[in-house]
């Protein structure tokens, strides 16, 4: 039998990707409804009718069919596998166009106004569905967070109007359907832009002398501040007087600004991205003028005598004394003083100096600082250090005043001692005590000093602050020596040493027979000592005495007894004759002259004319010749005899 004839529905496809109006088919899905479910039959698909008849060229692959036009006709064979007998039909195909929504809608951008810094903002997702819609009706928006969930049709966001973003950015993808059921996938981008930063800044306060309230205010001067490293190309920074215009941005203050509205008065700020057009005003400083401290530079130098340290230049400044000047009549109680030694600590208020301080340099410059107790506002002010050196001069440790015997002043070139500062009349004024009293009338550089005992002079110095520098010294009497000399070596000693001792009120020096004098030994009971060695030749010898600072002198004589080593008898009026001089004044003294064996040549006596160096009448011949004496040692009054030898030389 011949298979029924079945007109089936027309078979409709969306589009794909490319709206051309062509895309594949699968027209095995019509087999069902041409075969009736019928197992005997076999359905086959032909582009013209006459291929359907005759059974040619049959469309090779009906499952995976690319359509050439749209609407199309195509044409069906449906044949019976048992009788082969086939009946024909048509099958129309159609493809549906897909929605044609903006492909490229602009994505939603939020500020993050809600808990700032979260990144995370509640988006209206429908805000772009006129301009996704692009002009086209009747279709159906579902908004997704993947481009799958979309193109299933799955996950649809709940509630799109009122959408938390999940991340910053977020892709929204969105399936737009037409009444064919047709869909196209669009998406945008949520973002959220972070607000400007903000810091609490300090407030502006400016001093102003005597002011009445008013100040006109650089507000712009605390733009650099608020933004705190935001380019300012990019951060707009506006001021305002209330909080609703600094939220709306509206009314924005010019500067210079006066603050109208009170002392202090609150600005407000709005802080502004000029890129993302995001704003901040959450940000607010007082503005406050305050009375401006006066600062009085002192008339005259900080100046202190250099009494410690030896004219070192660095004293102890009390810098406290300052204060009363340098207020110039403002209160303590409202104003408060204080010292530095640089400009730049002064301004930042660091490293003030103690009141009692101690000067680096002389003279050295530090700056007072008066700063008003009430606020910030101070003023500077330069204070010179300066240390004034106290006069410089030494007197001697002491001078000498020569008494006579009965105390009286002597009168000489030293005496009375003149003490002399070495300064200039002139330049110094001179205040001179004895004992600790005042010299009334002695005013000058130098005092006569009539008087042994303790004297001091203060000296102040007329072109300063008169610092004074004072000396003491000390006048001490001093009276003629009275000499007492001894020879403390017996006759005809090897070495001779006299032994001189002074007696008196001062210090003294020895010499004798007009030799150079040498300082004597003070013995510390009123007694100087010197001894004399190798006193030659025998004989008599002067021994003086004398005051070093010229107020007298003592002579003794005293006498060196030893024998001659050799005599010339050659007439010529020198040595002719020998003899031992000394014992002269010892009539029992006796003197024998002998040749080297022991004969007798001559006996003679020290008060003699001595020997010639004859033997009855015969001169003898140069050579030593011995001799013994008898005599009393003058030091004890013992009788000794001496022996030695002489020369003769002719």
């Not at 129309?92 to 602009?106: G, K, M, R, S, Y």
């Not at 981008?189 to 205010?217: H, K, Q, R, S, Y």
Request: charged letters at 15%; hydrophobic letters at 35%.
């Amino acid at each position: 039998s011949i298979p029924p004839v079945v007109v089936p529905a027309p078979l409709q496809l969306c589009d794909d990707s490319v709206a051309d109006g062509i895309t594949v088919f699968d027209l095995t899905v019509k087999d069902g409804a041409l075969t009736g479910g019928n197992a005997d039959y076999i359905v086959t698909y032909y582009e013209t009718m006459l291929d359907a008849v005759n059974d040619t060229s049959p469309i090779p692959d009906p499952s995976n069919y690319n359509s050439n036009a749209n609407p199309q006709t195509l044409y069906v064979r449906v044949t019976d596998t048992v009788t082969s007998c086939f009946s024909t039909t048509t099958l129309e195909i159609e493809v549906l166009a897909n929605p044609l929504p903006e492909t490229d809608p602009d994505d939603i951008v939020l500020c993050d106004d809600v808990n700032t810094g979260d990144n995370v903002e509640v988006f209206d997702l429908t805000v772009n569905e006129v301009q996704i819609l692009n002009g086209q009706a009747v279709n159906i928006l579902t908004y997704h967070n993947s481009f799958n969930d979309a193109e299933q049709n799955i996950g649809a966001i709940a509630t799109p109007s009122n959408y938390t973003n999940a991340s910053n950015p977020e892709t929204i993808f969105v399936r737009v359907v037409n009444p064919q059921g047709c869909f196209t996938v669009v998406d945008f981008d949520l973002l959220v832009n972070p607000l400007p930063e903000v810091i609490a800044v300090p407030d502006l306060i400016e001093c102003e002398l005597n002011t009445d309230g008013l100040f006109d205010f650089d507000l712009e001067s605390k733009t650099n501040e608020l933004l705190n490293g935001q380019s300012p190309a990019i951060f707009g920074v506006t001021y305002h007087v209330s909080q609703i215009d600094a939220d709306n941005n509206a009314n924005p203050l010019v500067s210079p600004y006066t603050n109208v509205l009170g002392n202090p008065q609150t600005i407000y700020v709005s802080i502004t991205n000029t890129t993302t057009g995001c704003s901040i005003s959450t940000v607010e400083f007082n503005i406050e003028v305050r009375d401006q401290p006066t600062a009085t530079a002192p008339a005259n130098d900080y100046v202190i005598c250099d009494y410690f340290g030896d004219n070192d230049g660095v004293a102890e400044f009390d810098l406290s004394t300052q204060d009363a000047e340098i207020l110039n009549g403002q209160l303590p109680a409202d104003f408060t003083v204080t010292y530095f030694a640089g400009q730049m600590d002064a301004i930042d208020g660091v490293n003030a100096l103690m009141n009692i301080y101690e000067n680096t340099s002389n003279p050295q410059v530090i700056y007072a600082r008066v700063d008003n107790n009430s606020g910030i506002c101070y003023e500077l002010v330069e204070v010179t250090l300066r240390v004034q050196p106290i006069p410089v001069f030494s007197l001697n440790e002491n001078y000498v005043i020569c008494l006579d015997g009965d105390g009286n002043v002597i009168v000489n070139g030293n005496s009375p001692p003149v003490i002399d500062t070495g300064l200039s009349d002139a330049d110094f004024t001179f205040e001179w005590s004895y004992e600790g009293t005042v010299l009334p009338g002695e005013s000058l550089s130098t005092l006569t000093a009539n008087q042994a005992g303790n004297y001091s002079v203060a000296v102040a110095d007329i072109s300063g602050l008169g610092c004074i520098g004072d000396a003491s010294t000390v006048v001490l009497p001093s009276t003629a020596p009275i000499v007492e000399a001894e020879v403390t070596t017996d006759a005809f000693a090897d070495n001779h040493i006299v032994e001189v001792t002074a007696t008196g009120n001062g210090e003294y020096e020895f010499s004798i027979d007009g030799g150079p004098w040498e300082l004597g030994t003070d013995n510390g009971n009123g007694t100087y000592s010197y001894t004399f060695t190798n006193v030659n030749p025998p004989g008599e010898h002067l021994v003086t005495a004398r005051d070093r600072q010229g107020c007298g002198e003592d002579s003794e004589t005293v006498f060196v007894f030893d024998y001659p080593l050799f005599f010339t008898p050659n007439s010529d009026g020198y040595n002719d004759t020998w003899n031992i001089i000394d014992f002269s004044g010892q009539p029992s003294a006796k003197i024998f002259i002998y040749d080297r064996y022991g004969k007798l040549l001559k006996q003679i006596s020290p008060s003699g004319n001595g020997w010639n160096g004859t033997f009855n009448g015969t001169p003898l011949p140069s050579t030593d010749y011995w001799f013994t004496v008898t005599y009393i040692e003058p030091r004890d009054g013992t009788q000794k005899n001496f022996r030695s030898h002489f020369t003769l030389k002719r």
